[in-house]
C-alpha cells in the first residue's frame, strides 16, 4: 500500500471541503447504506446505523426566479476540469475529486469519502431529493444474467458464460420540472375516401383527403419532467432506464451516499429546462393531434402559456459495470431502483446472415407458390 503524503497545512477552502466519513459505531469500520436496510450497514460485523433523517421536504422551488440567477451560476458551472484536495480524516492522504465527482473511496485506505457540503452549497443548486439504492449489486448482477440471456444475435460463447462485471453504484444528477400549460391551437382534420378511376386494365382504387378546420384549447398539467443533468452517458441510455419512481425521493442526508459515486450536475439549469420544454412540446403536438382527429392532422399553430413552473434537484441511483469481450470494452448500466437494464453488446454477425439468409428462403418459396398458384 502506498504511504500516505504528510498532512498538509488547511486553509479555509480546504476544511469547507473536509471529506465526510461513515464510520460504524459498533467496530469502527466503514458502514455503506444497505438497499435492504434502507440505511447503512456496516459489511464486517452488521450493525445497522440509523436511517438517513432530514428535517426537510421534497420541495418544489421557483424556476422563473432560479433563471433569473442562472447567468451568476454559469461561470461555476462551466467549470468542469476543476480539482479539489479532500483530507481524509482515516489515514490523513489528500485526495483528488475530480470535476463533478462528489464521492468516492480513498485509494488509500479505501474509506468512503464525501465531499463536504457540496450538495447544499449555497453556491450551486440545492439537491431537493434522493431516490436511495433499492437493489444491491447481487441483484444487479442477476438482472445483468437475465439481460444477457434475452439479447438475440449475441455470440453464443458471451450468451452461454455469465458476464463477470463489478458494479459500481453512482448517484446520478437529474432535473425535474413541473409546469401548467394553457394551449390554443389550429389546424386541418383529413378524413380519407376512396374513389375508382379508370377503365379496364386501368381501373383501381385510389385514396383521396377531405380536409376540413380544426381549432381548440385545452390545459394541460406536466409533473416531474425528468432530464439529465450530467454528461458521460448517452441521454438515449438514460432515457431508456425510465421509468424511475419519483415517488420514492427522500429530502437529501449525505449518509445516502455511503459506499457510493456521487456526481453533482455538470449541464446548466437553463439548459436542462430548455430540453425539458422540447419534451413537453412534442407531447402537447401529440396531444393536439389526438384532439383534431381524423385520418391524417395538420398542426398550423400551438400558442401556450406557461405558468407554475418549478424544479427540483435530484440524485438517482445506477449501478454502473464494464466487460471485455475480444478486446473491446462495453458499458451496462443498472437502474438501481427497478432493475432495469441497458447497455451496450457485441453482436454475432454469423446470427444475423443466417436469419438474412432464412428470410429471402421463406420469401422465394412464397413467391414460387404464388408463380403455380
Known amino acids: 500500500m502506498p504511504e500516505p503524503p504528510p498532512l498538509p497545512v488547511e486553509d479555509e477552502a480546504t476544511r469547507a471541503a473536509r471529506a465526510r466519513k461513515f464510520p460504524c459505531s459498533g467496530c469502527g469500520a466503514e458502514l455503506a447504506f444497505d438497499p435492504t436496510e434502507q440505511a447503512p450497514k456496516c459489511p464486517y460485523c452488521g450493525h445497522v446505523g440509523p436511517a438517513p433523517q432530514s428535517d426537510a421536504h421534497v420541495v418544489e422551488r421557483d424556476l422563473l426566479a432560479a433563471l433569473e440567477k442562472a447567468a451568476e451560476r454559469r461561470a461555476e458551472v462551466a467549470q468542469r476540469d476543476d480539482l479539489h484536495e479532500v483530507r481524509c480524516e482515516n489515514c490523513h492522504a489528500t485526495v483528488q475529486f475530480q470535476g463533478a465527482l462528489t464521492a468516492q473511496r480513498c485509494p488509500y485506505c479505501a474509506h468512503s469519502m464525501a465531499r463536504e457540503g457540496v450538495h447544499e452549497s449555497t453556491q450551486r443548486l440545492a439537491v431537493d431529493g434522493i431516490v436511495p439504492f433499492q437493489i444491491d449489486s447481487a441483484h444487479a448482477q442477476a438482472e445483468l444474467q437475465t439481460w444477457v440471456k434475452s439479447r438475440w444475435f449475441l455470440p453464443s460463447a458471451l450468451a452461454k458464460n455469465r458476464i463477470r462485471a463489478a458494479f459500481q453504484g453512482v448517484y446520478l444528477p437529474f432535473f425535474t420540472f413541473d409546469a401548467l400549460t394553457a394551449n390554443r391551437y389550429r389546424g386541418m382534420r383529413g378524413e380519407h375516401y ?95 393531434r389526438r384532439r383534431i382527429g381524423g385520418d391524417e392532422q395538420r398542426v398550423l399553430s400551438i400558442d401556450t402559456d406557461w405558468s407554475a413552473l418549478t424544479y427540483k434537484h435530484v440524485l438517482l441511483p445506477v449501478w454502473m459495470a464494464s466487460y471485455r469481450w475480444k478486446q473491446k470494452t462495453y458499458r451496462v448500466v443498472v437502474n438501481a431502483a427497478t432493475g432495469e437494464v441497458q447497455g451496450e453488446r457485441p453482436w454475432s454477425w454469423l446470427k444475423i446472415a443466417l436469419l438474412v439468409l432464412l428470410v429471402a428462403a421463406l420469401i422465394a418459396g412464397i413467391v414460387f407458390v404464388a408463380e403455380r398458384a
Do not use: H, M
Not at 455511503?258 to 437553463?270: D, I, K, S, V
Open 194 to 288: 376512396y374513389v375508382t378511376v379508370g377503365t379496364g386494365k386501368n381501373r383501381r382504387t385510389v385514396r383521396r383527403t377531405r380536409w376540413y378546420p380544426a381549432s381548440g384549447s385545452f390545459r394541460r398539467f406536466f409533473d416531474d419532467v425528468l432530464e439529465n443533468a450530467g454528461a458521460g452517458l448517452p441521454d438515449k441510455e438514460l432515457a431508456e432506464l425510465a421509468p424511475w419512481p419519483l415517488a420514492e425521493l427522500k429530502p437529501f442526508a449525505p449518509d445516502y451516499l455511503a459506499g457510493y459515486l456521487a456526481r453533482t450536475y455538470e449541464r446548466a439549469l437553463p439548459d436542462c429546462f430548455q430540453a425539458a420544454r422540447g419534451q413537453i412540446e412534442r407531447a402537447l403536438d401529440t396531444d393536439v
